[in-house]
């Protein structure tokens, strides 16, 4: 069950490039949100694309909208799987190619930012959001958001929305934010929705082949679209420009958020509060301290994320049975935080330290299963395996933390290791081999890094001796403060 009795509060930190909200949860911080001026998300955009490229092979085509990259829109984003009413009726997708072909001109939506070297994802079943519904435009379905557990309230609400589509003929999602809502707010939502639908199309006709025809809100104003529930008490802004833009929107479309809006003029940087700044810094390092001394290893790879929980220096105080469960209790509610701050997607595998009780197993994965309940992100936990191993596969709503703020190092290539100085000094003597026996020289000139020369005087100076005796040549050494360990420099002189 989610806890009821948790106090939100979000900060938002606005910089001339980029602006920052950080939700946070009785002080601590649970996500982060990053939107860089010159790299604003693209998720929800709607553009008028042109098929490129139609694979049958994958069923797919690819579809240039303006991007870098040509992104990628699969069969099932095109039409919806038939209903079989027989075991023997075909339900399998048509062809691609009786769908669309090369050269049309077609509306889409970016339902993944482009990741790497992956274009966007699209989709033709196009969506708009606003503060308590959602309109499927290509749908009839009524749908009730699965964080709203009030029974009554899920039937209330899926009744009310059946009785709107008779009035617009669209599809409904009920959003968390419409638990509580009046039928004439819900109405009034729906109506606004319907006249954006109504411009975005006239956009559409209007609007040449390869651009933009809606763009989705700033983030300041998807804060107060989509993340103010009735746990959130304050919002605190310290830009005043910012400020009045979200007044001024609140006023306008949610004018129940206006009184949590506050303008924070304190010198004190906004993200100093509660340690925001710190925390940030926290999920970028790869070890996460407990509070009882043991830690947790998070490896992100293509692949799958690895998270391996130790006990470290935590010895417990009855026996070893009881300081792994506790280890191992203590790291479900910073995994579960960690993910959704590091907004880490795909397969995710938790090595929990072995248990012998089953009681213990158990309660760890109930544990898990709570700390991960308020996580907005879609997520599945298979059971725990006998090997303590715990599967679990989480949405990729945008890109990671590690993605958006850091990039691969240029001299380990994002491997996370750099040769070693030993390893360095091997590579210098192949190299001067390898230009001994090319090049007319006199003299040999080594650049290298302090710890490279230092080991080639001690170390390795009978090796440099021998090299020096091989080359018949004088070998001189010069450290170099601004090359890094694996950098290096022969010079024939």
């Known amino acids: 069950?989610?806890?009821?009795?948790?106090?939100?509060?979000?900060?938002?930190?606005?910089?001339?490039?980029?602006?920052?909200?950080?939700?946070?949860?009785?002080?601590?911080?649970?996500?982060?949100?990053?939107?860089?001026?010159?790299h604003r998300g693209l998720i929800n955009n709607i553009y008028k694309g042109r098929v490129s490229r139609v694979l049958p092979g994958m069923q797919a085509a690819f579809v240039d909208i303006g991007l870098e990259r040509a992104a990628f829109l699969h069969v099932s984003d095109?039409?919806?799987?038939?209903?079989?009413?027989?075991?023997?009726?075909?339900?399998?997708?048509?062809?691609?190619?009786?769908?669309?072909?090369?050269?049309?001109?077609?509306?889409?939506?970016?339902?993944?930012?482009?990741?790497?070297?992956?274009?966007?994802?699209?989709?033709?079943?196009?969506?708009?959001?606003?503060?308590?519904?959602?309109?499927?435009?290509?749908?009839?379905?009524?749908?009730?958001?699965?964080?709203?557990?009030?029974?009554?309230?899920?039937?209330h609400l899926r009744q009310f929305l059946e009785e709107l589509l008779v009035e617009f003929p669209y599809g409904i999602i009920a959003?968390?934010?419409?638990?509580?809502?009046?039928?004439?707010?819900?109405?009034?939502?729906?109506?606004?929705?319907?006249?954006?639908?109504?411009?975005?199309?006239?956009?559409?006709?209007?609007?040449?082949?390869?651009?933009?025809?809606?763009?989705?809100?700033?983030?300041s104003t998807r804060v107060l679209r989509d993340l103010v529930t009735n746990d959130v008490k304050r919002i605190r802004v310290d830009s005043e420009e910012e400020f009045n833009a979200m007044k001024?929107?609140?006023?306008?479309?949610?004018?129940?958020?206006?009184?949590?809006?506050?303008?924070?003029?304190?010198?004190?940087?906004?993200?100093?509060?509660?340690?925001?700044?710190?925390?940030?810094?926290?999920?970028?390092?790869?070890?996460?301290?407990?509070?009882?001394?043991?830690?947790?290893i998070f490896d992100q790879t293509e692949a799958m994320i690895t998270?391996?929980?130790?006990?470290?220096?935590?010895?417990?105080?009855?026996?070893?049975?009881?300081?792994?469960?506790?280890?191992?209790?203590?790291?479900?509610?910073?995994?579960?935080?960690?993910?959704?701050?590091?907004?880490?997607?795909?397969i995710i595998i938790i090595d929990f330290i072995d248990m012998e009780e089953e009681g213990h197993r158990q309660k760890i994965m109930q544990a898990l299963g709570q700390s991960l309940a308020r996580d907005h992100a879609r997520h599945q936990i298979t059971p725990m395996s006998p090997l303590g191993l715990v599967q679990i596969t989480r949405q990729r709503t945008r890109e990671s933390l590690q993605h958006i703020l850091c990039e691969n190092c240029p001299n380990c290539d994002g491997s996370g290791f750099i040769m070693t100085a030993e390893t360095v000094c091997c590579e210098v003597f192949r190299e001067i081999i390898r230009q001994y026996q090319q090049v007319t020289f006199n003299e040999i000139l080594v650049l290298a890094h302090k710890d490279v020369i230092e080991l080639l005087l001690d170390g390795q100076s009978n090796a440099l001796a021998k090299i020096s005796e091989q080359t018949g040549k004088k070998i001189r050494l010069q450290p170099e403060s601004f090359y890094l360990q694996d950098q290096f420099e022969v010079v024939l002189m």
């Not at 070890?287 to 001394?293: H, Q």
């Open 175 to 219: 959003r968390t934010a419409a638990e509580g809502a009046t039928n004439d707010v819900l109405r009034a939502d729906m109506k606004l929705l319907q006249e954006l639908w109504v411009v975005v199309q006239k956009k559409y006709e209007e609007g040449k082949e390869k651009t933009l025809i809606y763009e989705d809100l700033s983030l």
């Open 1 to 38: 069950m989610i806890d009821k009795s948790l106090k939100e509060e979000i900060l938002i930190n606005v910089a001339p490039s980029e602006v920052r909200a950080a939700l946070l949860q009785n002080g601590i911080l649970q996500d982060i949100y990053i939107e860089r001026i010159a």
């Open 307 to 346: 998270v391996d929980v130790n006990t470290g220096s935590y010895v417990g105080h009855r026996n070893l049975e009881e300081t792994i469960y506790r280890t191992n209790l203590e790291a479900t509610v910073t995994i579960a935080r960690q993910l959704r701050l590091r907004n880490l997607g795909g």
């Open 78 to 155: 095109i039409t919806k799987p038939k209903r079989a009413d027989d075991e023997n009726e075909d339900t399998s997708p048509p062809n691609i190619r009786e769908l669309v072909h090369e050269g049309e001109e077609i509306p889409v939506q970016i339902v993944k930012n482009p990741l790497g070297e992956k274009g966007a994802r699209l989709t033709m079943f196009i969506t708009l959001s606003s503060r308590y519904l959602v309109l499927l435009t290509k749908d009839d379905k009524v749908g009730v958001s699965t964080h709203i557990e009030d029974e009554r309230e899920r039937e």
């Open 248 to 296: 001024c929107f609140s006023n306008t479309f949610l004018p129940e958020t206006e009184p949590i809006l506050e303008l924070y003029t304190k010198h004190q940087p906004i993200f100093d509060l509660h340690g925001v700044e710190s925390e940030i810094k926290k999920a970028l390092s790869k070890n996460i301290s407990l509070k009882s001394g043991g830690h947790v």
